[in-house]
């Protein structure tokens, strides 16, 4: 069977997230064979192709002008073009631009046909050891410091596996604020530069890695996938979601009717939930 892309068609296309040795032959036949590639980064993306010999037109397409491009693309499809779309790296709509032509392009009624491949969500979970019959993507926390700590506040009594992206230069205050939400006690691992030379994979709870991260330099640098294991049972949801009630109704309630008010909202016992905000 040819793996010539086909007239009319957007193909969704997989790349690597960081050894290059991961773009699949079909991928790599499909980036050779389309009209053009519609890229995040176009110089990021002509020097993959370069790698591999591949020589197609790059178009620009990016969260800044995705809405405007998508009608003129569908427009090319229409006329018998195959496109292809591609991320800076790993699978294209996850954490990153591309849901919008690709809604639009099967608005038109156009075929659009996944190349699937690398995803660091994916791979980190593949090795991280926890539970993954259930886990949700929560992708980049907010970068304002209380927004991110409202956000994980929120999730604190999510009994799936949790995975979030982050960066660099936030891994330090994230780890804080997780063990600040979570406990420090809770099950996590921390995948750091997967696929790349200085691939790390850490596990442990929360405050053993954040100790960890703080104390050596190297463990900041690169692009992290953050692992926390979901609360244990309902019964421990309940209570994570009591006391962060109680913690918002305490700042205007006495102890007791705010732990009251809080079991009443979260279905907690109470006395699992009074005194927590001291």
Partial sequence: MSNAASPGCLYVVATPIGNLADLSPRAQETLRTVDAV?????????????????????????????????????????????LAVVSDAGTPLVSDPGYRLVRAARQAGLKVSPVPGPSALIAALSVAGLPSDRFAFEGFLPAKASARRERLAALAGDTRTLIFYESAHRIDEMLADAVAAFGGERPAVLARELTKLFETVLDGSLAELQARVGADANQRKGEF??????????????????????????????????????????????KALYGQSG
């Fill in 38 to 82: 519609c890229a995040e980064d176009t110089r990021h993306s002509r020097q993959l192709l370069a790698h591999f010999g591949i020589e197609r037109p790059l178009l620009a397409l990016h969260e800044h002008n995705e809405d405007e491009l998508a009608g003129r693309l569908v427009a090319r499809m229409q006329a018998g073009e195959s």
């Fill in 225 to 270: 996938v953050v692992m926390v294991q979901g609360a244990a049972d309902e019964g421990e949801a309940k209570i994570v979601e009591g006391r962060r009630v109680y913690a918002l109704l305490g700042a205007h309630l006495p102890p007791s009717t705010a732990a009251k008010l809080a079991a009443e909202i979260s279905g907690a016992p109470r």
